[in-house]
């Protein structure tokens, strides 16, 4: 119970005007899919909070659709980079003049967190009738993913920067980012912040951030027009993780439609598309897993990691296949981590103090608890909801947290940003909801 109330009492001191913010110091906006997830746990005992998290959201939707994935509520916060001036949104019409925004997306979540709250809240007529509200602005989101980023109309999508995968700096990014070459004049000069708040180790290198500004100074160059920014873009992606939630929160609207008597018609176009040639662009049989797809050089990008998991929670394997990514976790298990790494354990890339390199992520563990019970691996599932446990029990609500159980043992506390509101809402959702 303390714990519980340490978790809401965080999500309360990181409440803003109508929303929160991931932590109060390395984070102070408002980050798209962190507040899907905070908007998830306080459902379960603040239901007002989650609508207010939501309508904030969709505040900064564009006239194309986009939910960028950061919102710039504040104008005289100067303490992030990269800074909404930095962004400069507007270069696109249809971006809102306030509040400010970033000029990319992150994953498609609002769609089963609605689905979500819908469920558990079915008697509130304020719900029912936000959702109503919400819905037509999500299929014009799950529109505008369809419309800018998937050239050869395969129902996949791809995203152009690793910051819209939530994924920042994962290995899978190495190989594509590593053909960006940065020549003097390239980029603007910056300055990071982040370094300055949480400890370098922890966090995407200089070279990396080099390139992330390299391709947001390309999105700038064509008014963050998708079809415009495919033609040059060096880093072009179809993520497995990032078509998987979408497909299910297209599944979520579905359902949502059905219930509330809506029109779902498009969305279940939209599905039969992306649901038949999932299995065929992601699925390698040699790996046993799913990865993601190099648009640009036409290929997978053979990895394992935490990405290839998320089809579970879409219900998107048959039992083979899930069997397969069941065993995965079950093997890390019994080798000595805690579940799940966010990358390839066994690959000279894994780093377990390095952001999405190897640590484990609060939200990631969400999804994996709900894929594996989709699928009745209830003693599996019941591991990976245990294990996160487990580490903030021991490490506090951090941002993310060491894999590997024999490092846990000599550690006092998690990595990256403390006080963490998706942390908080993961785990008041995973072991509150019912």
Known sequence: MRQLDNAKEI?????????????????????????????????????????????????????????????FHSENEKTYFPNYDFWNSQVNVGAPSAPKSSGITQPAVFGFILKDILQNHWDNTDVRDFVKQIYPKLIKYHNFLYKYRDPYHEGLFFIYHPWESGRDNSPLWDESMGKIKIKEGSIPPYKRRDTSIAHVDERPTQDQYDRYVYLLELGKKYNYDGKEIAKESPFLIQDNMMNAILIKSNDS?????????????????????????YDQKFWNEELSTYVCYDLRHEKQMLHREIGGLIPLFANIPDQNKAKELEKYLTDLNSRGYYLCPSFDVDSPHFDSKRYWRGPIWPQMNWMIHQGLKNYGFTETAEIVKSDLNTLIHKLGFFEYFEAQKAIVETIDHGYGGKDFSWTASSYIHLNTAK
């Open 11 to 71: 999500i309360q001191n990181n409440w803003r005007d109508g929303f929160t913010v991931p932590t109060s110091e390395l984070y102070p906006f408002q980050w798209m899919w962190d507040s899907g997830f905070v908007a998830l746990g306080t459902s379960t005992y603040d239901v007002k909070l989650s609508m207010s998290e939501i309508d904030k959201m969709f505040s900064g939707q564009w006239e194309n659709g986009m939910i960028p994935h950061i919102l």
């Open 253 to 277: 609207l579905i359902e949502i439609a059905k219930d509330l008597n809506l029109d779902s018609g498009q969305v279940v176009e939209w599905q039969k598309q992306s649901r038949s040639n």
